[in-house]
């Protein structure tokens, strides 16, 4: 009898963006001196924009009713998701989703890292 391979599941743009997700928090707390993660006391919060704001438990216990190694996201002030690095949940509204959190990461990353780059570049003779 011939072996099949195991099915595998299928990857999703929710799949994709869970992932980058977690990849763009990373960068960010890297590049505004935040990394690592679990160095804080309790949870490390970020004002993404106007909308969005996290909180990520990078610790081994529940934290503020965080569970360990969770981001919680809301926007508008309002809970909208809890993402593991394995996935989650989050809001699926037309202003507030996995997609538009995405975006609002993208965007605050570049932001940082075009102001890290005019930072770097300034000559202290003209300042």
Request: one cysteine or more; hydrophobic letters at 45%.
């Given at each position: 009898?011939?072996?099949?391979?195991?099915?595998t599941?299928?990857?999703?743009?929710?799949?994709?963006?869970?992932?980058?997700?977690?990849?763009?928090?990373?960068?960010?707390?890297?590049?505004?001196?935040?990394?690592?993660?679990?160095?804080?006391?309790?949870?490390?919060r970020?004002?993404?924009?106007?909308?969005?704001?996290?909180?990520?438990?990078?610790?081994?216990?529940?934290?503020?009713?965080?569970?360990?190694?969770?981001?919680?996201?809301?926007?508008?002030?309002?809970?909208?998701?809890?993402?593991?690095?394995?996935?989650?949940?989050?809001?699926?509204g037309?202003?507030?989703?996995?997609?538009?959190?995405?975006?609002?990461?993208?965007?605050?990353?570049?932001?940082?890292?075009?102001?890290?780059?005019?930072?770097?570049?300034?000559?202290?003779?003209?300042?």
């Open positions: 009898m011939e072996q099949q391979p195991p099915e599941e299928q990857i999703t743009p929710q799949h994709e963006a869970f992932d980058a997700i977690w990849t763009t928090v990373c960068a960010i707390a890297m590049k505004v001196g935040a990394a690592p993660l679990n160095q804080w006391p309790g949870l490390w970020f004002d993404v924009d106007e909308h969005w704001k996290i909180a990520v438990n990078a610790h081994d216990e529940e934290i503020e009713g965080i569970p360990k190694f969770r981001l919680y996201a809301e926007w508008n002030g309002w809970p909208a998701g809890m993402l593991s690095p394995t996935g989650g949940e989050i809001a699926a037309t202003l507030a989703n996995i997609f538009t959190l995405r975006e609002a990461l993208d965007r605050k990353l570049i932001a940082i890292a075009v102001f890290t780059l005019d930072a770097e570049n300034i000559d202290p003779s003209h300042v």
